[in-house]
């Protein structure tokens, strides 16, 4: 048992080489029953999913832990350290930054530590909120907690370029597919169905766009870590092309029929920003990890 828990999980992480069929099939397990507890949890309470309020705040989480994550590669990377020896204001930032340890690689900044680690922030702050009545707390936090790791980004941000190209392809791919759906698909768009399939674009095209074509031009050699991504864009000859759109045409899959679907309208939005979280949360930390070069 201990050799399995080593093999399978501990060593993938310590050493850097991504997710196997046996993690990701135990983290895919453990994330459906979590994700069932917290809908089950919050349903009771009567949390509305579909509020603006919920919806802010699982935004600004996502945001926080994604780019905690990038400021862990960064960090990893060595960028942090020589940040330190900049001198003046800025250079004890980053020096104070890094003696502190708070960034280095470790199971608790590195996936699935992190998301376990902003899971928890999240619900915190959404729990502390409703005991003083104040329902966009959890939203203030949240950015409270991720403009900092922002900053920390900020100088070492170089890459426009291709952090453009990536954005401007979830955007025409996203906003294609949402165009098929109501036009053709004859269904109204809301903003958690329109979350959902951008969502998904931003991290097929974050993915093609890193792998395919910053990899090729900078030298530096970025894989795909989950198992299936990796199977499909190493398929074809279109690459992370293909990956590209099939996360498009899924995304768009599951709004065409959840549309169709006679259930709680709050549920739904519970489903599709769980959707749309799947596809932001790993697109923002690829975009802004290729923008500073980590």
């Known amino acids: 048992m201990g050799d399995i828990l080593s093999d399978y999980f501990l060593r993938p992480i310590a050493e850097r080489t991504g997710y196997n069929s046996v993690n990701t099939l135990a983290y895919a397990a453990i994330a459906l029953v979590a994700l069932y507890f917290i809908w089950n949890f919050m349903k009771k309470r009567k949390f509305d999913f579909g509020s603006s309020e919920f919806l802010y705040a699982i935004g600004a989480f996502v945001l926080f832990g994604s780019t905690c994550r990038v400021v862990t590669d960064l960090s990893d990377a060595g960028g942090i350290a020589a940040a330190a020896d900049w001198g003046g204001v800025l250079g004890g930032v980053y020096s104070a930054v890094h003696s502190s340890g708070i960034f280095a690689y470790s199971y608790l900044t590195v996936t699935p530590g992190i998301y376990i680690v902003t899971a928890i922030l999240f619900l915190s702050s959404l729990a502390l909120g409703r005991l003083l009545g104040n329902d966009r707390l ?145 697109g923002i930390r690829d975009i802004l990890r290729m923008l500073v070069g980590a």
């Open 138 to 282: 959890a939203m203030w936090i949240g950015l409270a907690l991720w403009l900092p790791c922002l900053l920390l980004l900020l100088p070492f941000m170089a890459n426009a370029m291709f952090f453009l190209l990536a954005a401007a392809l979830a955007a025409i791919g996203g906003g294609a597919a949402l165009y098929l759906l109501q036009h053709f698909g004859k269904i109204r768009l809301g903003l958690q169905e329109r979350l959902a399939v951008l969502g998904q674009a931003l991290d097929g095209a974050a993915t093609f766009v890193v792998i395919d074509v910053f990899s090729a031009v900078s030298g530096k050699g970025y894989f795909e870590q989950h198992v299936l991504s990796a199977g499909i864009g190493t398929a074809t000859p279109l690459g992370f092309g293909l990956f590209f759109l099939v996360k498009i045409a899924l995304s768009a899959a599951i709004v065409y029929f959840l549309s169709k679907e006679k259930m709680d309208g709050s549920d739904k939005a519970f489903l599709l920003t769980v959707v749309a979280i799947m596809g932001f949360a790993p």
